[in-house]
C-alpha cells in the first residue's frame, strides 16, 4: 500500500521569509499524482499545487512551488515570502494514476508564520 | 468556495445514535468521495461513489453507509455510533472518476459523539 509521510509535525516562519516542507512517499507505481493541499483553522481543505509524475518539470503556483524527486521518491513543498494568511495545516497527498483510487494523505505539518 | 457543499456544519450526539451526513458536489462532477479526519487516525478515505454506484471502498466501518442519489448529492449514515466516530467528515467532488481530476473539498461536517 501506499504512504505518505510528513515528518516535520510543526514548523514556523518569519514573514516574508522562505519555508520549506517536507514529504516523502512510498509507492510501487511509475506513473502517478502529488498534491499539496492547505487545511486553515476554518477547517476547508484547499488545493495549494499538483504535480504529475511523469513530468520531470517542478509544478509552481506563484509563492508556491515544489522540488519533486522521483527516484528518492520526495515532494517538498517551498513557500516563498510567506503571509500571514499561509499559517495553516498542510497535507501532502499521493494518488494513483490507474483505477478508482482516492487520495493518501500525510499526518500534516502545521505551519506558524510569525510576523 | 470550492462549489462543494456539506450539511450540517456541526452535529452533537449521543452514543448508540444514527447520523446521516448530507454533500452536493460542485455543479456537473460527477464523483464523490468521503473522507474522515480525526485526531489519531488523520485523514482516510472512507468511499466513492461515481454517477449513483459505488466505485471504491476505504476503512469504512460496517455501520457505516453511503449512497449517492439520481441529482448527485450523497449521503454518509452513521449508525450505532462510538465515541470513537467523532471526527471532522469531509466529502469532495470532481468532475469523473478518472485519477487526472482534482478532488475539490467541502467544508466538512463536524460530528461530536457524547
Known amino acids: 500500500a501506499q504512504t505518505v509521510t510528513q515528518s516535520q509535525p510543526e514548523m514556523s516562519v518569519q514573514e516574508a521569509e522562505t519555508v520549506t516542507l517536507s514529504c516523502t512517499y512510498d509507492?510501487?507505481?511509475?506513473?502517478?499524482?502529488l498534491f499539496w493541499y492547505k487545511q486553515p483553522p476554518s477547517r476547508q481543505m484547499i488545493l495549494v499545487i499538483r504535480?504529475?509524475?511523469?513530468?520531470?518539470q517542478n509544478a509552481t503556483e506563484n509563492r508556491f512551488s515544489v522540488n519533486f524527486q522521483k527516484a528518492a521518491k520526495s515532494f517538498s513543498l517551498k513557500i516563498s515570502d510567506s503571509q500571514l494568511g499561509d499559517a495553516a495545516m498542510y497535507f501532502c497527498?499521493?494518488?494513483?494514476?490507474?483505477?478508482?483510487?482516492?487520495?493518501?494523505f500525510g499526518k500534516g505539518t502545521r505551519l506558524s508564520v510569525i510576523a | 468556495d470550492s462549489g462543494v457543499t456539506q450539511t450540517p456544519k456541526h452535529l452533537i450526539t449521543a452514543t448508540g445514535q444514527r447520523v446521516t451526513l448530507r454533500c452536493s458536489p460542485r455543479s456537473g462532477d460527477l464523483s464523490v468521495y468521503w473522507y474522515q479526519q480525526s485526531l489519531d487516525q488523520g485523514l482516510q478515505f472512507l468511499i466513492h461513489?461515481?454517477?449513483?454506484?459505488?466505485?471504491a471502498k476505504g476503512n469504512i466501518l460496517e455501520r457505516f453507509s453511503a449512497q449517492q442519489f439520481p441529482d448527485l448529492h450523497s449521503e454518509l449514515n452513521l449508525s450505532s455510533l462510538e465515541l470513537g466516530d467523532s471526527a471532522l467528515y469531509f466529502c469532495?467532488?470532481?468532475?469523473?472518476?478518472?485519477?487526472?481530476?482534482?478532488?475539490?473539498f467541502g467544508p466538512g461536517t463536524r460530528l461530536t459523539v457524547l
Open positions: 461513489y461515481y454517477n449513483g454506484e459505488e466505485r
Open positions: 469532495a467532488s470532481s468532475e469523473t472518476s478518472a485519477s487526472t481530476d482534482t478532488q475539490y
Open positions: 504535480q504529475e509524475a511523469y513530468k520531470q
Open positions: 509507492t510501487s507505481e511509475s506513473d502517478y499524482y
Open positions: 497527498a499521493y494518488r494513483r494514476h490507474s483505477g478508482n483510487t482516492p487520495l493518501v
